[in-house]
């Protein structure tokens, strides 16, 4: 019996070792991260995170540390021509290292101005230093597609998609779609690419490399480039290599809804009576800026008592365009504008009944309906450069319709 209990602790002893063994490879097998941010270990230092508050400079933000037999002015002196901080801003994070032992002193000051660059000034040794740094930059690439959700920007919105993409596109289909007509449910397709700080930190929307839009039934596909390789100009063209950039804007403002059409016989609000309306009317907030169609010279600009502050363009010896009911003029007469130009602000002067930029368009002396009227496109694409374009957008294309389905 005696030999028997000897044998059970015995095999009792074996197992338990056996068990703290594996225990013990267990935690060694198991890396140990170390967490390091702006080239520094963490592990060796206190670490302090705080952002600068009213009051704060970096004088007062230091020598509230150990900083040793250093002086205050000396470190800003020696520092200023990496590290000017007067640039130091309200609310903006900064990281203060300093030493694990008993004295605490500080090592190193971090300032972050953005979320891409920092600047360090290190005390470490006798001699002061400073330097700045930009974080690595990694773009990633995203096809997004399918049915529209709403209008552009909430579709973008539930795709987690920066809005400042909507606007990019705004712009680039400015001749050719008016995204106010968009339906939902129309099909689309968007290829892009973004910029993550550090492979984690998401930092926007960074180009564009290929979309289209169902408009009216008609699919309109967007390709940057540039027909000249040497050149950085780039012009968006369709699949046909047409490019999207007409001599005319389709509208005046960039987001708004058109309130009153071209009509040979409309109830006018103000007046109270039956006479035509020859131009279009887009409502919109008090103050949104009016952008010239197109470029051209101011040939008049003033007040009248039924069209409130105007502003007329002529673009060419066949085209003028006239903007009313501004509340704000921003040009004057004989000045030269550009496409896009802001040229006024939207008001209700004259017989208005609210805020609107009525947009009439003349071609060879006649006022004309604007949205029935075929515009002149830009320049084509020369027979050299559309073979290398359409290569070029072949894979781009098939990517576009393969998510929407097409």
């Not at 500080?106 to 290190?122: C, G, R, S």
């Not at 012009?235 to 403002?253: A, M």
């Not at 071209?262 to 887009?282: C, E, I, L, M």
Request: proline share 3%.
């Amino acid at each position: 019996m005696k030999h028997f209990f000897l044998l059970i602790i015995v095999l009792f002893s074996i197992l338990s070792c056996s068990k703290n063994d594996e225990t013990l490879e267990d935690t060694a097998a198991k890396p140990v991260y170390k967490k390091i941010e702006f080239g520094f270990t963490y592990a060796d230092y206190n670490v302090i995170h705080d952002t600068i508050k009213k009051g704060d400079t970096f004088g007062s933000i230091i020598e509230k540390q150990n900083i040793g037999n250093k002086n205050v002015y000396d470190i800003i002196e020696k520092v200023k021509d990496t590290f000017d901080v007067r640039i130091m801003r309200f609310d903006k994070p900064y990281v203060l290292l300093r030493s694990k032992d008993k004295k605490n002193k500080l090592q190193v000051f971090i300032y972050q101005p953005n979320a891409l660059n920092y600047y360090v000034v290190d005390l470490r040794d006798s001699t002061v230093t400073a330097y700045k740094k930009t974080l690595p930059i990694k773009i990633k690439r995203r096809t997004i597609g399918g049915l529209l959700k709403g209008s552009l920007s909430e579709t973008l919105e539930s795709a987690r998609v920066e809005g400042a993409l909507a606007s990019k596109i705004s712009k680039i289909y400015a001749w050719s779609i008016d995204f106010f007509k968009l339906k939902k449910g129309d099909r689309f397709a968007i290829t892009f690419t973004e910029r993550y700080i550090n492979d984690t930190v998401y930092d926007g929307v960074d180009s564009l490399e290929a979309a289209f839009f169902e408009y009216k039934g008609k699919f309109v596909y967007a390709f940057p480039f540039a027909q000249n390789p040497s050149s950085e100009k780039i012009e968006y063209y369709d699949e046909d290599g047409k490019t999207l950039k007409n001599f005319f804007l389709k509208t005046p403002i960039k987001f708004s809804r058109i309130s009153s059409r071209f009509s040979s016989n409309r109830f006018h609000p103000v007046q109270q009576t039956w006479k035509a309306h020859k131009g279009t009317d887009y409502a919109a907030p008090y103050g949104t800026p009016i952008t010239t169609t197109a470029a051209g010279v101011v040939e008049q600009t003033g007040f009248t008592t039924g069209n409130g502050n105007f502003v007329k363009v002529k673009h060419n010896g066949t085209y003028s365009t006239q903007y009313l009911h501004m509340s704000r003029i921003l040009v004057r007469r004989g000045q030269h504008v550009i496409q896009g130009q802001v040229i006024g602000k939207v008001g209700s002067t004259g017989l208005a009944t609210g805020p609107h930029v009525c947009y009439r368009f003349w071609k060879n002396g006649v006022q004309v309906d604007a949205l029935k009227l075929k515009l002149p496109n830009g320049e084509p694409m020369n027979g050299s450069s559309k073979k290398r374009f359409l290569t070029h957008i072949e894979p781009l294309k098939r990517e576009l319709d393969s998510v929407a389905n097409l």
